[in-house]
């Protein structure tokens, strides 16, 4: 069984800083694509950041140039570091990965989440 256990959200005033984290456990043969999604209090999830296996990126059009999503291979870990931010941030951020236990395999597998708030 796989995991993806967050940890680094919490309240942060306007223009501050947070770095989320997302470790994958159990049995992992590979991971392929690494996401953070965001979900917002009556708004659908969207997707934040997107990181390939092979460190290709793309971002939601209003978090670029203020987040930036990078992965540890050897930790099994995805990075969101989230500058500038703004109370429109403010959002639970879900970690979200496909991951396959054998070769040629991949199953998609969700965090549980961890709260950002921005306010002053």
């Known amino acids: 069984q796989v995991q993806l256990v967050e940890s680094g959200g919490g309240l942060v005033q306007p223009g501050g800083s947070l770095r989320l984290s997302c470790a994958a456990s159990?049995?992992?043969?590979?991971?392929?694509?690494m996401n953070w999604y965001r979900q917002a209090p009556g708004k659908q999830r969207e997707l934040v950041a997107h990181i390939t296996s092979g460190g290709s990126t793309r971002y939601l059009d209003s978090v670029k140039g203020r987040f930036t999503i990078s992965r540890d291979n050897a930790k099994n870990t995805v990075y969101l570091q989230m500058n500038s931010l703004k109370p429109e941030d403010t959002a639970v951020y879900y970690c979200?990965?496909?991951?396959?236990?054998?070769?040629?395999?991949?199953?998609?597998?969700w965090g549980q989440g961890t709260q950002v708030t921005v306010s002053s």
């Open positions: 979200n990965a496909g991951i396959g236990d054998y070769v040629g395999s991949s199953r998609n597998y």
């Open positions: 159990g049995s992992i043969f590979s991971i392929n694509y």
